[in-house]
């Protein structure tokens, strides 16, 4: 009887890593909830929300681990996609305001009366509805990406072109979105955010329910990965990455797979940029600069690249030392410890973090198996034979 391919997924590793993310989806948010400011186990609302952020971080990683570690594209420019699900999830946060707004007009958004925008544009449609918002969501990061692939896999497009490509490709959006007439609030972007299916988006519950969704989205992203990489698909982007053209001479189709493969990261990345907007409270196009995504690609290289679990973790520690770094004396150098930190695992740790214990392990073990026959193999020569 053929186990269903979601078990097949879940080795004993992977099944520890998503209970640690259960356990924290659930444990934080009680913490939070149910004890006192006084008890010193209680969890502030701020650092749900900072974590709630890391944890979208994670997710926006996961989805750059699953095409560059495992298909062998390195996109720059993934920042876009996450900005994208944001200002949409932005979209609707901004139609729920209504006559609470400055300027208290019951359909225009604030910035778009101090623009003397009379009427609402027709992209803005349908965003007051809650599943309309989150269809968009996933729908506009996923055609961009789409269409994007379909031009550049199609016309072979691969190794750093593609990157710059990806990477001219966010800033042009950048470029966009700055602009006031562009109908998304200019450089000031979209904020002032009231409250989200009728809950008050800066209560302390609606924090807590935030972080366990972002949580549960996070293990959702991490088990699609997993169900794709231990499939025959997955065995088939391992081979694009290590050989493409020996792949296309065997008859597949490799254009079809890198464009399933991008398009799927491009929505998780758009899932990861809706949750991320909530929690901080604005989008803004800063979003979509390239640093942004060049930083990004940093996270999974330090946890370790075509791991899942390393860029989940690369992420967490990077952005963590991003907020302590930059709120001291060290604030003004924390770029170069970034790049100086991706210099130093590029050079010694080229595996990341999960890579390099992963090959240390193995080779204890392969040791170990080595003690293990040579003792055998020397009992056996010491056993007495049989006479004849």
């Not at 604030?110 to 729908?139: C, I, S």
Request: hydrophobic content about 55%; proline content about 5%; overall charge positive.
């Amino acid at each position: 009887m053929t186990s269903s391919p979601l078990i097949r997924a879940l080795d004993r590793g992977a099944v520890a890593f998503v209970l640690v993310l259960v356990a924290i989806g659930v444990i934080v948010p009680l913490l939070n909830l149910l004890l006192p400011p006084s008890s010193p186990w209680h969890v502030p609302t701020y650092l749900v929300a900072l974590w709630g952020k890391y944890v979208c971080f994670a997710l926006l990683a996961l989805s750059i681990d699953l095409i560059w570690g495992y298909c062998g594209i390195l996109s720059l420019g993934h920042g876009a996609f996450f900005a994208l699900g944001g200002y949409a999830m932005g979209m609707y946060l901004m139609r729920q305001i209504g006559t609470r707004g400055v300027y208290a007009h019951p359909i225009l958004p604030d910035f778009m009366v101090f623009l003397n925008w009379k009427e609402l544009p027709v992209f803005w449609y349908g965003f007051q509805h809650f599943p309309y918002a989150l269809l968009m969501v996933v729908l506009v990061p996923g055609a961009l990406a789409f269409v994007f692939g379909w031009f550049a896999f199609r016309s072979r497009v691969t190794g750093v072109y593609l990157s710059i490509i990806t990477q001219a490709l966010t800033f042009a959006l950048m470029l966009g979105f700055f602009r006031n007439n562009f109908g998304f609030g200019g450089n000031n972007g979209l904020t002032d955010f009231k409250d989200i299916l009728g809950f008050n988006v800066q209560a302390q519950s609606t924090r807590a329910a935030l972080f366990a969704i972002s949580v549960a989205a996070l293990i959702l992203g991490f088990l699609i990965c997993r169900t794709i990489i231990t499939s025959k698909l997955g065995m088939v982007l391992v081979s694009i990455r290590d050989a493409e053209t020996r792949t296309r001479f065997l008859g597949y189709r490799v254009e079809s797979y890198k464009l399933f493969v991008f398009t799927l990261s491009a929505c998780m990345a758009g899932v990861a940029g809706a949750l991320y907007v909530p929690q901080v409270g604005i989008i803004n196009p800063s979003e979509f600069a390239p640093a942004n995504s060049i930083e990004a690609v940093i996270w999974v290289a330090v946890g370790g690249r075509g791991t899942l679990v390393g860029a989940v973790i690369g992420a967490i520690v990077v952005n963590y030392g991003k907020t302590t770094f930059t709120s001291g004396w060290l604030a003004p150098y924390w770029l170069f410890l970034l790049g100086g930190l991706f210099v130093l695992v590029t050079l010694l740790l080229p595996r990341g973090i999960v890579g390099t214990w992963r090959h240390l392990w193995e080779k204890h073990r392969e040791r170990r198996q080595a003690v293990a026959d040579a003792h055998a193999a020397a009992d056996a020569q010491a056993a007495p034979k049989p006479a004849e």
